[in-house]
């Protein structure tokens, strides 16, 4: 059961939507590399970056950033946000990035996502972000009218080697994750499954790792807001050892 604390970079800085609105968020005075650096002395192995600038644009905007992070730290980073074509994906391999996460084109393309996962073997994740049921695109502005299931369904045999679920719903509210929805998608899918999106305690952790087929857990603004401190998370780590 790995822990990923999350890194949301917006403007060079660490940030906290609530529901993906950018309307709504929350800039931390710490930056991303100081973060990630905090991380790495309380002992966590694994990183979840969102470049929420690339989210916006498509472009990897804060590559210097990850790659800096990448270079300091023994990290196992997963990156994700707007990623769209096959020379970003390069761009954060080359940097030394564990997984890449393809969400919106994976959704608008599925040949995008089948042609990643032959051409990048054991890189790629696939970021499934929900609301009601039906996947959202293009930083969860857009519905894209189809249903999580039926999508999972149709690609779960193109190689993907990591998924990312998150409920955007309940994603910066603190109201613990979609865990009946995200049982649904850990019991479909053929790759192991990270659970995303309202962790507000250890007891949410402590339940995850009760799923089936859950590989991980990305916490966010419940670190930020010292609801669930690194201290307690990295215990959880210890135990399950």
């Given amino acids: 059961m790995k822990i990923f604390p999350a890194i949301d970079i917006k403007n060079k800085k660490c940030v906290r939507l609530v529901k993906g609105d950018f309307d709504s968020k929350t800039e931390y005075q710490m930056s991303p590399v100081e973060q990630a650096g905090n991380y790495k002395d309380h002992g966590f192995k694994n990183l979840h970056i969102v470049d929420l600038d690339g989210a916006l644009t498509g472009e990897t905007v804060n590559l210097d950033i990850i790659q800096e992070i990448v270079s300091k730290f023994d990290l196992k980073i997963e990156v994700g946000g707007g990623v769209r074509n096959f020379e970003s ?127 991980g857990i990305i916490v966010g603004k419940a670190i930020y807001d010292g609801d669930i401190k690194l201290a307690e998370l990295v215990k959880e780590i210890n135990a399950y050892k």
Avoid at 120 to 131: E, M, S, T, V
Avoid at 153 to 171: M, P, Q
């Fill in 89 to 215: 994906i390069q761009q954060y391999t080359e940097a030394g990035v564990e997984k890449v996460i393809l969400g919106s084109a994976a959704i608008k393309d599925k040949n995008f996502l089948k042609e990643a996962c032959e051409k990048f073997p054991n890189k790629i994740a696939l970021g499934l972000d929900a609301k009601d049921g039906f996947l959202s695109v293009s930083g969860w502005k857009e519905n894209s009218n189809k249903l999580t299931l039926n999508y999972l369904k149709e690609v779960n045999d193109y190689g993907a080697s990591r998924l990312i679920y998150t409920d955007i719903n309940r994603d910066g509210t603190k109201q613990s994750p979609n865990f009946e929805e995200t049982q649904k998608v850990a019991n479909i899918s053929k790759c192991p499954v990270i659970i995303s999106g309202g962790v507000s305690s250890i007891d949410d952790i402590k339940k995850a790792k009760s799923l089936k087929n859950i590989e």
